[in-house]
């Protein structure tokens, strides 16, 4: 059974900072390519950031140079740091997981935590 499991989501005035981690159970992390997505009130669900096992990371245009991801495989984590957070990045947050074996992509999603930026 895998599981995704989010924390680190809260109520934080715009300019403030926040880290969000993300902990998998069972044994997809190593070969894994992680993300985060995030889904606002009434919008669709858009990708924040990706990370492959290599390291090799990937932003949406809106994060560039305020969030960062990151991975500890040792501990089975994804981390993404949140800086110069601003109302518009309030949303739910959810850690994603993507997989390939042989013809077969799996996808595991976490429950997501909420982000708040507000004054």
């Known amino acids: 059974q895998v599981q995704l499991v989010e924390s680190g989501g809260g109520l934080l005035q715009p300019g403030g900072s926040l880290r969000l981690s993300c902990a998998a159970s069972?044994?997809?992390?190593?070969?894994?390519?992680m993300g985060w997505y995030r889904q606002a009130p009434g919008n669709q669900r858009e990708l924040v950031a990706t990370?492959?096992?290599?390291?090799?990371?990937n932003y949406a245009d809106s994060v560039k140079g305020r969030f960062a991801i990151s991975r500890d495989n040792a501990k089975n984590t994804v981390y993404l740091q949140m800086d110069s957070l601003k109302p518009t990045d309030t949303a739910v947050y959810y850690c994603?997981?993507?997989?390939?074996?042989?013809?077969?992509?799996?996808?595991?999603w976490g429950q997501g935590t909420q982000v708040t930026v507000s004054s």
């Open positions: 994603h997981a993507r997989r390939y074996i042989l013809l077969t992509t799996y996808e595991y």
């Open positions: 990370i492959t096992p290599g390291g090799n990371t």
């Open positions: 069972g044994s997809i992390f190593p070969s894994s390519t």
